[in-house]
Nanobody, 126 residues
Framework: QVQLVESGGGLVQAGGSLRLSCAAS????????MGWFRQAPEKEREFVAA????????YYVDSVKGRFTVSRDNARNTLYLQMNSLKSEDTAVYYC???????????????????WGQGTQVTVSS
Protein backbone atom coordinates (compact mmCIF):
# COMPACT_ATOMS: atom_id res chain seq x y z
CA GLN A 1 0.00 0.00 0.00
CA VAL A 2 1.46 3.33 -1.06
CA GLN A 3 1.81 5.92 1.67
CA LEU A 4 2.93 9.52 1.41
CA VAL A 5 3.49 11.31 4.71
CA GLU A 6 4.31 15.02 4.79
CA SER A 7 6.08 16.81 7.61
CA GLY A 8 7.90 20.06 8.26
CA GLY A 9 5.06 22.54 8.14
CA GLY A 10 4.63 25.25 10.73
CA LEU A 11 4.42 28.95 11.43
CA VAL A 12 7.10 31.23 10.01
CA GLN A 13 7.51 34.96 9.52
CA ALA A 14 7.48 36.47 6.07
CA GLY A 15 10.93 36.24 4.53
CA GLY A 16 11.70 33.07 6.43
CA SER A 17 12.28 29.50 5.28
CA LEU A 18 10.82 26.04 5.79
CA ARG A 19 11.67 22.65 4.40
CA LEU A 20 8.85 20.19 3.83
CA SER A 21 9.47 16.47 3.62
CA CYS A 22 7.37 13.70 2.14
CA ALA A 23 8.24 10.15 3.14
CA ALA A 24 7.14 7.73 0.44
CA SER A 25 6.64 4.00 0.95
CA UNK A 26 4.81 0.99 -0.42
CA UNK A 27 6.45 0.67 -3.84
CA UNK A 28 9.34 1.80 -5.94
CA UNK A 29 8.80 5.17 -7.56
CA UNK A 30 11.02 4.75 -10.57
CA UNK A 31 9.50 6.69 -13.45
CA UNK A 32 7.06 8.51 -11.19
CA UNK A 33 6.47 12.22 -11.05
CA MET A 34 6.42 13.51 -7.49
CA GLY A 35 4.56 16.73 -6.99
CA TRP A 36 3.78 19.37 -4.39
CA PHE A 37 0.40 21.04 -4.39
CA ARG A 38 -1.15 23.51 -1.97
CA GLN A 39 -4.59 24.68 -0.96
CA ALA A 40 -5.20 28.01 0.70
CA PRO A 41 -8.40 28.72 2.64
CA GLU A 42 -11.40 29.07 0.35
CA LYS A 43 -9.27 28.44 -2.73
CA GLU A 44 -8.83 25.50 -5.04
CA ARG A 45 -5.81 23.27 -4.73
CA GLU A 46 -2.99 24.43 -6.99
CA PHE A 47 0.22 22.99 -8.34
CA VAL A 48 3.49 24.17 -6.81
CA ALA A 49 6.37 22.03 -8.06
CA ALA A 50 7.24 18.57 -9.32
CA UNK A 51 10.25 16.36 -9.97
CA UNK A 52 10.79 13.18 -11.91
CA UNK A 53 11.89 10.54 -9.43
CA UNK A 54 14.31 8.88 -11.84
CA UNK A 55 15.74 11.72 -13.91
CA UNK A 56 15.39 14.62 -11.49
CA UNK A 57 13.98 17.17 -13.92
CA UNK A 58 11.91 19.78 -12.15
CA TYR A 59 9.01 22.08 -12.88
CA TYR A 60 7.61 25.03 -10.92
CA VAL A 61 4.64 27.32 -10.96
CA ASP A 62 5.78 30.84 -11.80
CA SER A 63 4.88 32.27 -8.39
CA VAL A 64 7.50 30.14 -6.59
CA LYS A 65 10.33 30.11 -9.13
CA GLY A 66 13.57 31.28 -7.57
CA ARG A 67 12.19 30.81 -4.04
CA PHE A 68 11.24 27.12 -3.81
CA THR A 69 13.34 24.09 -4.68
CA VAL A 70 11.99 20.57 -5.09
CA SER A 71 14.36 17.64 -4.63
CA ARG A 72 14.38 13.97 -3.75
CA ASP A 73 16.57 11.51 -1.93
CA ASN A 74 16.18 8.19 -3.68
CA ALA A 75 17.98 6.26 -0.96
CA ARG A 76 15.62 7.59 1.71
CA ASN A 77 12.54 7.52 -0.55
CA THR A 78 11.87 11.10 0.49
CA LEU A 79 10.71 14.15 -1.42
CA TYR A 80 11.56 17.66 -0.24
CA LEU A 81 10.37 21.18 -0.83
CA GLN A 82 12.76 23.88 0.34
CA MET A 83 10.82 27.13 0.65
CA ASN A 84 12.73 30.40 1.01
CA SER A 85 11.65 34.05 1.05
CA LEU A 86 8.20 32.99 2.16
CA LYS A 87 5.29 35.34 1.67
CA SER A 88 1.90 35.52 3.33
CA GLU A 89 0.32 34.28 0.10
CA ASP A 90 2.25 31.01 0.51
CA THR A 91 0.03 30.16 3.48
CA ALA A 92 -1.76 26.90 2.67
CA VAL A 93 -1.96 23.20 3.35
CA TYR A 94 0.78 21.56 1.31
CA TYR A 95 0.29 18.11 -0.17
CA CYS A 96 2.72 15.76 -1.84
CA UNK A 97 1.52 13.49 -4.61
CA UNK A 98 2.86 10.70 -6.82
CA UNK A 99 1.83 9.77 -10.33
CA UNK A 100 3.08 7.11 -12.68
CA UNK A 101 4.75 8.14 -15.92
CA UNK A 102 3.40 11.66 -16.13
CA UNK A 103 4.86 13.65 -19.01
CA UNK A 104 6.52 16.85 -17.93
CA UNK A 105 3.91 18.98 -19.69
CA UNK A 106 1.28 17.42 -17.43
CA UNK A 107 3.10 17.82 -14.10
CA UNK A 108 0.72 20.55 -13.06
CA UNK A 109 -2.46 18.54 -13.60
CA UNK A 110 -3.81 17.29 -10.31
CA UNK A 111 -5.87 14.51 -11.89
CA UNK A 112 -2.72 12.82 -13.25
CA UNK A 113 -1.52 11.92 -9.75
CA UNK A 114 -2.50 8.59 -8.22
CA UNK A 115 -1.43 8.94 -4.60
CA TRP A 116 -1.71 11.80 -2.11
CA GLY A 117 -0.49 12.58 1.36
CA GLN A 118 -2.63 14.01 4.13
CA GLY A 119 -1.10 17.49 3.95
CA THR A 120 0.90 19.74 6.24
CA GLN A 121 -0.03 23.29 7.21
CA VAL A 122 2.27 26.17 6.36
CA THR A 123 1.39 29.55 7.84
CA VAL A 124 3.39 32.66 6.94
CA SER A 125 2.81 35.67 9.14
CA SER A 126 3.33 39.15 7.74
Amino acid sequence: QVQLVESGGGLVQAGGSLRLSCAASGRTFSGYAMGWFRQAPEKEREFVAAINWTFGDTYYVDSVKGRFTVSRDNARNTLYLQMNSLKSEDTAVYYCAAGAYISRRYYGQERRYDYWGQGTQVTVSS
